[in-house]
């Protein structure tokens, strides 16, 4: 598992949770299309199988292309190369239940229980 963090002022803001989940994604496979490039500049062959984990039922629709709504039309164009990594490329996405989500340990203030649970889904403790 890679892990990558960013942390930058917003280009564009999110209307709806749609939205933002469909730019992480989008962000997170420019990332990975990047991991494997410095991978292979560097003489490590990768076998190249994207899997994408989200946790938003109508972003994995827009990006697999399923449903392209109108409030989705504004998204910026440059987000979109996600939809043709998912239908020519081997993106896999999938649904994830929310708490299954191992990034919330980095991302958000959780409660000792909850912490404690993710800590044991990351493996920083047994």
Request: with cysteine; glycine share 4%; aromatic share 4%.
């Amino acid at each position: 598992m890679v892990v990558g963090w960013i942390c930058k002022k917003q280009s564009s803001v999110a209307l709806s949770t749609m939205e933002a989940e469909f730019v992480a994604a989008s962000g997170v496979t420019a990332e990975m299309l990047g991991i494997v490039e410095l991978l292979s500049e560097i003489g490590i062959k990768v076998k190249v199988s994207y899997k994408l984990h989200v946790d938003n039922q109508a972003a994995i629709k827009q990006i697999e292309g399923e449903d392209t709504s109108r409030r989705a039309k504004h998204i910026d164009i440059r987000f979109k190369f996600i939809k043709d990594l998912s239908r020519n490329e081997g993106l896999n996405v999938s649904y994830c239940e929310s708490k299954l989500i191992r990034a919330d340990i980095l991302t958000k203030t959780l409660p000792a229980p909850r912490l404690k649970e993710l800590r044991v889904l990351v493996i920083l403790t047994t």
